[in-house]
């Protein structure tokens, strides 16, 4: 069995899809982070079977917990202080995305005006599908995970 120590403050990212928690470690940037970080695959879970679980030693670190969700809103977040949890977040589906999906559509605004962010609200929680602000063309959230 593997052990891994307790981190005295910081954020542990838990739940994540068993082979899923690499493209978070690697949107964070935790390869280039100062502080300790500790990446496990395929730790047993009794609800999911097998799944991810990234610790990290720092409460400074910036997160977009919107992203996250994007990524997978089955995620929890938990904030250590002084070894305890002092407050799970639960992820979901975010509302509103901006500039992390890319609409595809060559007639929308945000083709031929770079200045234009590329905003998305959630169509269809259960399709996980979003809308174009602008041009209403759909996107997948699964679209930004592979």
Known sequence: MLNIDRINNGIVIDHIKA????RIFNWLGLDKAPYIVA??????SKIMGKKDIIKIGDNDIAINFNVLGLIDPNITINVIENQAVTKKIKLQLPDKVENVLICKNPRCITS???????????ENTELQTYRCEYCDEIRSASDFRN
Do not use: D, M, Q, R
Not at 19 to 22: L, Q, V
Not at 39 to 44: D, E, G, L, Y
Not at 112 to 122: A, G, M, R
């Open 19 to 22: 082979g899923h928690g690499i």
């Open 112 to 122: 031929t005006e770079k200045y234009v962010p590329h905003v998305f609200h959630l």
């Open 39 to 44: 990446f496990v695959i395929n730790a047993s």
